[in-house]
């Protein structure tokens, strides 16, 4: 609902601003912590229990996030955390996906769940969470109290590889857990309980990398939710068992990890593992015991960090969100404990990613990892942008605005908030997403929140609790506003109330009513972002503020503040478009700090047929010597919503808030051309559709890989195989085999053209057989830009003839996977092309 448009009274006096007041040293991060913070924060969020939010996008996803967590069951989260320690399962059945049974990231949820749950509880005061909370603490403590000896974990690993270490063998029982009877996998490996595994890495038996520790699947990373659950229990709503709990946990730790060299912890490191060092900090502030500052010494990563603070980008190469928690982690130790390497690397690392990595939406990273920095342009389509590490990025940005109030980090949280976060939740059901893609005529990666349970799951729960934390901060008799959404402020060091009603971020009018008992005298420092210019106005009960900071600053208000006194803004949101940096013409359309999306059709029916244009068929814009202004128009007044105006080729586009766009096939890069370009390129294109004519005029049968009916018609067999979608087009890929029979013309000589797309995560190698004769070995891996690409392989006429179909077998090579496949065409190979 919009408010209604106040009318400004100007003024003419000029209002003198106050500036001076002395910023209070905050030397505790929150009112459990009794240690004192070697680096003092500036200022401090608002605790989250003082901001509630009342309307606008952002309280919808809270209210959806709210809704989804209740009807989660905790006793399914503790299904295999009590198997392990020998109780008996509450619930019929354990949850699914990556929180299943099995070599997973079992555990990992109820990590999550209790985080957001105490989150929820801070933002909301509804007490049904705080009862939860109250729960699952129990939960856990009786986990602990069963495994014995401080361990919790539901974590499964492979048995061990190793000869000649005296520890358990496959089938081996640890004494302290009751249940672990090797389980075996699909496979036939043999599993055991990760506890043993735990214990082997005790003994210095390191089977490192990636996501990998000694057979179980990033163990520490799990271990590491389980952590911040207990420690935010104890934060948020002052649960003293969590504390308890965790104490005990961190002692498992320390036991386990004591005995190990600092060559063997940091062969160990080799696997992601989560914030470990941040919940070991955070458990040293809130003890005071130096045991655990010491802890974090186990997770210090000195082949991440020691570049990082010596400012050499690194990231490359690096998988995001193995990285971003751990620097985090640093962050923390640099604030309780003062080392310079652990602030000049999370410093650092924040400006590259945030600069050098990340696209319009605040996303970075392609399929997880950070590709060179500043080199963009070929990592935008495909599988983009994680959320789990959009959501550790905020994190980040909140304790580093506490260091250093400065509007740059302000400035990504509003990005971030507004574009990706809001765009990782689906508006209307609150299903959150894993990759939220900036490409060419991608969609969202939504989540199946009561089956797949991915990481991304995890922290979505988590990311729509927490958007009241970090909107106020104050320090002394100063209140900063960073970004304006409809919300009330306790502020309670200074008794005054703000209730912010706002239009924003559709609307640009923002109104911020003051509430005091008493007059008194602060200062407001309100936020006015980079992107607001000419028409930014500040006025106080009416009377407008002469004397405005450049874009990229606060305006600090300071006056004898009464009861009801009201601060009115203007924020302009201009239309401009951010190009890539290495691709000045590959560009997103911006309207003020919103990233604007271009509808390209309901989710399904893309990828039937490319449709002329740019990358993949998709519209592109004849404008790129023109300003946006020109060529993007509101549709309606208000609306909010824009189209194109005769520049798009094949045709314009309606452009909406990314956020406002879910279920769609969309786009958020767009190809600019100047108009001799597109002639150029046009050309090239009928030269391309003429060729796919000849193409298709040569077809003898063409089988649609990854589509029901057309796999059907075509007899589709296979083992260990799934269909797959990229760039909206259907495939098949797979890890043993598939087959299709196509229909073959033995008059003529016979070839099968096969279409593949570069981007594979891995470098994928296998054979191509006809009627069991092989044709063509294929290898498809990474290079330049992401493309389709096609591949032909000759029938011998051996294998045709006397035939009217042959299969056509796509086999994996050892080891190794089948690239997903998105066209199989037999074609008459002396047919003119
Ligand atoms: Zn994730």
């Not at 519209?619 to 509101?634: E, G, S």
């Not at 085999?737 to 594979?760: C, G, I, N, R």
Request: hydrophobic fraction near 35%; aromatic fraction near 10%; charged fraction near 25%.
């Amino acid at each position: 609902m919009l408010l209604a448009k106040k009318t400004f009274v100007p003024l003419f006096a000029a209002l003198s601003l106050g500036t001076s007041h002395a910023a209070t040293d905050y030397l505790k991060v929150s009112p459990t912590q009794v240690i004192t913070n070697a680096v003092p924060y500036v200022a401090m969020p608002l605790p989250l229990s003082d901001v509630r939010l009342t309307g606008g996008p952002l309280k919808n996803a809270q209210a959806l996030d709210a809704e989804y967590l209740l009807k989660l069951d905790p006793d399914r989260m503790f299904f295999y955390l009590r198997q392990r320690a020998g109780l008996k399962p509450k619930a019929e059945e354990g949850y699914g996906g990556w929180d299943g049974a099995g070599r997973q990231l079992t555990g990992h949820i109820a990590g999550h769940y209790l985080s957001a749950i105490s989150y929820m509880w801070a933002a909301t005061g509804d007490q049904r969470f705080k009862d939860r909370v109250d729960y699952v603490v129990n939960e856990f403590k009786e986990v602990q109290d069963a495994q014995g000896d401080g361990y919790i974990g539901a974590l499964m690993a492979t048995a061990p590889r190793v000869r000649g270490t005296n520890n358990a063998a496959a089938g081996t029982n640890s004494a302290a857990s009751g249940t672990n009877a090797p389980v075996r996998r699909r496979n036939n490996q043999a599993l055991v309980d990760g506890k043993i595994r735990f214990e082997d890495l005790s003994r210095g038996v390191i089977q490192s990398g990636g996501f990998d520790l000694n057979g179980m699947w990033s163990p520490w990373y799990v271990e590491h939710k389980i952590f911040a659950g207990l420690r935010d229990a104890y934060r948020l709503t002052g649960n003293r068992t969590a504390l308890d709990v965790e104490v005990k946990f961190a002692g498992w730790v320390d036991g386990i990890l004591s005995p190990l060299t600092p060559e063997q912890i940091q062969r160990m490191l080799a696997t992601e593992f989560g914030g470990m060092n941040e919940v070991m900090a955070d458990l040293y502030a809130d003890t005071g015991d130096p045991r655990w500052l010491k802890a974090t010494g186990y997770f210090e990563h000195h082949a991440i960090i020691d570049p990082l603070a010596k400012r050499d980008d690194i990231l490359g190469g690096k998988h995001g969100n193995t990285n971003i928690p751990k620097v985090l982690g640093d962050l923390m130790r640099y604030v309780y404990a003062g080392d310079k390497t652990d602030g000049d690397a999370a410093r650092f690392f924040w400006d590259q990613v945030v600069y050098h990595h990340s696209f319009a939406t605040g996303g970075h990273g392609h399929d997880e990892y950070f590709g060179p920095p500043d080199k963009l342009n070929n990592i935008v389509d495909g599988r983009d942008d994680e959320s789990c590490n959009v959501y550790n990025m905020l994190k980040m940005t909140r304790v580093l605005f506490a260091l250093h109030p400065d509007d740059k980090y302000a400035e990504f949280q509003e990005r971030a908030l507004f574009n990706h976060v809001l765009a990782s939740i689906d508006p209307q059901d609150g299903r959150t997403c894993y990759m939220v893609p900036v490409g060419h005529g991608v969609t969202h990666e939504y989540q199946d929140m009561f089956e797949s349970f991915t990481c991304c799951v995890g922290t979505g729960m988590e990311n729509h609790a927490l958007h009241g934390y970090g909107i106020y901060y104050e320090s002394g008799d100063k209140l900063w506003v960073n970004f304006y959404t409809p919300s009330t402020a306790s502020w309670k060091t200074a008794g005054a109330t703000l209730n912010v009603q706002t239009d924003f971020p559709e609307g640009g009018y923002v109104s911020i009513k003051v509430s005091v008992p008493a007059k008194k005298n602060f200062t407001l420092a309100l936020r006015r972002p980079s992107w607001a210019g000419d028409q930014f106005v500040v006025a106080v009960n009416g009377k407008l503020q002469r004397k405005l900071p450049p874009p990229g600053n606060y305006v600090e208000v300071n006056r004898t503040w009464k009861d009801g006194d009201t601060v009115e803004l203007t924020l302009p949101k201009q239309l401009h478009k951010e190009a890539l940096p290495d691709n000045p013409d590959r560009v997103a359309l911006m309207w003020g700090p919103l990233v604007l999306a271009g509808d390209l059709g309901p989710e399904e029916r893309r990828g039937r047929g490319r449709r002329a244009g740019g990358a993949e068929g998709t519209p592109v814009f004849v404008a790129a010597d023109r300003p946006v202004a020109d060529w993007v128009k509101m549709t309606a007044k208000d609306s909010g919503e824009f189209h194109t105006s005769g520049v798009g080729e094949p045709n314009d586009v309606r452009l909406v808030p990314f956020y406002r766009l879910p279920r769609r096939t969309y786009e958020i890069y767009w190809d600019l051309y100047t108009p001799e370009q597109w002639e150029k390129t046009s050309g090239a294109l009928a030269i391309e559709q003429e060729k796919q004519h000849k193409l298709e005029l040569a077809t003898v049968g063409f089988a649609q890989p990854g589509e029901m009916q057309p796999e059907r018609d075509y007899n589709e067999q296979g083992e260990d195989t799934q269909p797959d979608r990229v760039m909206g087009r259907a495939a098949r890929r797979g890890t043993k085999w598939f087959s299709f029979d196509l229909p073959v013309d033995p008059a003529h000589p016979m070839s099968v053209v096969v279409t593949y797309y570069s981007d594979e995560w891995r470098r994928r190698t296998f054979d191509i057989l006809a009627d069991g004769q092989r044709i063509g070995q294929q290898v498809v891996e990474k290079g330049g830009a992401p493309h389709f690409f096609d591949a032909e392989y000759s029938v011998p006429a051996d294998v045709v003839k006397g035939k009217q179909k042959v299969t056509i077998r796509f086999e994996a090579t050892e080891g190794n996977e089948i690239a997903a496949v998105f066209g199989v065409r037999m074609i008459r190979a002396d047919a003119a092309r």
